[in-house]
């Protein structure tokens, strides 16, 4: 069995920054993908970000340029760095787990799985 848990949200204004971290617990996340997404309240979940196991980056293009994932496999924890937060990154935000296969890595089917989320609200 594998837990997820998020943590590092909270609210910030316009301009500034936070870091979300997952933690990984059970079998390692070594050999797989781990994503980051985002829901806002009255839309899907989407894709922000994932990192492969080989340490490929991939990010959706709204955060391109703000945000950074990264892994250290020593704690078994996935990090999103982001700064420059905008009003319309507003989400809850969740970490996952899913097989290594490129054509997955931006779709919430690629994943198996999912933390708890943790609230990201951005003031203007």
């Known amino acids: 069995q594998v837990h997820l848990v998020e943590s590092g949200g909270g609210l910030v204004q316009a301009g500034g920054s936070l870091r979300l971290s997952c933690a990984a617990s059970?079998?390692?996340?070594?050999?797989?993908?781990m994503g980051w997404f985002r829901q806002a309240p009255g839309k899907e979940r989407e894709f922000v970000a994932a990192?492969?196991?080989?340490?490929?980056?991939y990010y959706a293009d709204s955060v391109k340029g703000r945000f950074t994932i990264s892994r250290d496999g020593a704690v078994n924890t996935m990090y999103l760095q982001m700064n420059n937060l905008k009003p319309e990154d507003t989400a809850v935000y969740y970490c996952?787990?899913?097989?290594?296969?490129?054509?997955?890595?931006?779709?919430?089917?690629?994943?198996?799985?999912w933390g708890q989320g943790t609230q990201v609200t951005v003031s203007s």
């Open positions: 996952a787990r899913g097989a290594d296969f490129a054509s997955l890595v931006v779709t919430t089917e690629g994943y198996d799985y």
């Open positions: 059970g079998r390692t996340f070594g050999s797989y993908t």
């Open positions: 990192i492969r196991s080989a340490g490929i980056t």
